[in-house]
């Protein structure tokens, strides 16, 4: 009798296999795959943001000196966490096992990335929920492809398109969160995974609408710039120029990053010390500067409407990148893509104020696309996103300035799991 009915699920299963014999159209079972990885993808999302919102509402009432205990507190929580359910690593660990595992990523690691980056987001550390979405919803990829016995760049495909449905859910952006998925892969100047791109757009899609039904999304743009008007041909030289500040300060934060790094490494403790220690530079920045708290997705509309003087805007830059590095290297768990894009919002703000005959809107998206694809290597990507969250129509000066934040990156990424992999072996080697 058992091997009656296994029969019959080889049969069900060897007709799933076969695609959906609609002839004059590009149409298989992989597209229904996908898209039911996407409805999957935009489900956890939400249930995921929903969480997030609610006990970071519930953890805001405790403001002013309160912030300093609050945040110690839970980076300890996060560290326990990670302690004892295991490290579920970041987005360096995401991107290796894509490249070099085959694609696949471990649904094991998913309860300590979640409970871990709730206690840290939600305190108002300066990350954001990208990578926490990002390995739940990859690894939900990796799952549905096995069930389905899919191998090889079917496979890989299936996570990347799970990432890129997380990716979209947090940013509103279908098409930039599918790029993004894309290009955060690459190496040097090369994206590999174009075969990916349709698995991407799809279950991107699906993801999109189902969290835009349930947490009720709208259409329009994220940050509320003022309108762009080009006011002269130059504008475009304008953009290479902010850009090229910008990147100063994406290499300034990837060095202030390595310096919190080996202070951290110095420091022989378990990660719930680190993480305890983290949370309480936290709380004291936040505390002096509140606006740094949290990872800027709703900060950076405050920061725009806010008439903050030149020394508080330097001071809100110099200390959010000081709290990004901090919350990065002492065992926090999140994404650094918006606290980013808050820093380049902070650095047009004061680039504004010296060249007040410049458009805001450019010297702000200017500085944002530059900083991130300084960081990220995601030029194209960050032109799409950028231009969705802020509503700045015109791609071209946008697009400028990512490539100048790119082509000026230091050639040692940020993410070390970007390099060729005889390029990481080599640096691996030196260092021993």
Request: one cysteine or more; aromatic letters at 14%; proline letters at 5%.
């Amino acid at each position: 009798m058992k091997l009656k009915k296994k029969r019959k699920l080889i049969t069900y299963l060897n007709i799933l296999d076969q695609p959906i014999q609609f002839n004059p159209f590009v149409f298989s079972r992989k597209f229904i795959l996908w898209a039911v990885l996407g409805l999957f993808g935009g489900l956890i999302a939400s249930v995921y943001w929903i969480i997030l919102e609610f006990f970071t509402h519930q953890l805001a009432f405790f403001d002013d000196w309160l912030v300093i205990p609050t945040m110690a507190i839970c980076g300890l929580l996060a560290g326990l966490v990670i302690h004892f359910i295991g490290d579920p690593g970041e987005i360096h660990l995401i991107v290796n096992n894509i490249r070099f595992n085959k694609g696949k990523l471990d649904p094991k690691n998913n309860p300590s990335m979640v409970l871990s980056s709730l206690f840290c987001i939600a305190s108002g550390g300066s990350l954001g929920p990208e990578a926490p979405l990002v390995q739940v919803t990859g690894s939900t990829g990796t799952w549905l492809g096995k069930l389905f016995r899919l191998k090889g760049e079917d496979l890989r495909s299936m996570s990347i398109a799970g990432m890129a449905s997380g990716f979209t859910a947090l940013f509103g952006a279908p098409l930039g969160g599918s790029l993004f998925s894309l290009e955060i892969l690459h190496h040097e100047h090369a994206v590999e995974y174009y075969k990916a791109i349709i698995p991407a757009f799809v279950a991107s899609s699906f993801s999109y609408m189902v969290f835009a039904l349930i947490i009720h999304l709208g259409i329009g743009p994220t940050w509320d710039l003022p309108a762009y008007h080009m006011l002269s041909k130059f504008d475009f030289a304008y953009a290479i120029f902010f850009a090229i500040i910008a990147t100063v300060f994406g290499w300034l934060f990837i060095y202030c990053t390595k310096f919190f790094k080996n202070i951290f490494g110095k420091i022989s403790t378990p990660i719930y010390i680190h993480t305890l220690i983290g949370g309480v530079a936290l709380g004291l920045i936040a505390y002096f500067l509140p606006i740094t708290r949290y990872f800027g997705h709703h900060e950076i509309n405050t920061l725009i409407i806010s008439d903050f003087s030149l020394t508080m805007l330097v001071l809100i830059l110099c200390f959010k990148i000081v709290a990004i590095a901090i919350t990065v290297t002492s065992g926090w768990r999140g994404g650094f893509i918006i606290p980013l894009f808050f820093t380049g919002a902070t650095l047009g703000l004061i680039i504004h104020q010296f060249i007040p005959s410049i458009s805001l809107s450019l010297a702000i998206v200017s500085c944002m696309a530059a900083i991130n694809a300084c960081v990220t290597r995601t030029p194209m990507s960050t032109t799409i996103l950028l231009a969705t969250l802020t509503g700045f129509t015109y791609f071209i000066p946008i697009l400028f300035a990512s490539l100048t934040g790119y082509f000026l990156a230091p050639r040692i990424p940020f993410i070390s799991s970007q390099m060729q992999k005889t390029e990481a072996s080599n640096i691996v080697a030196k260092k021993q």
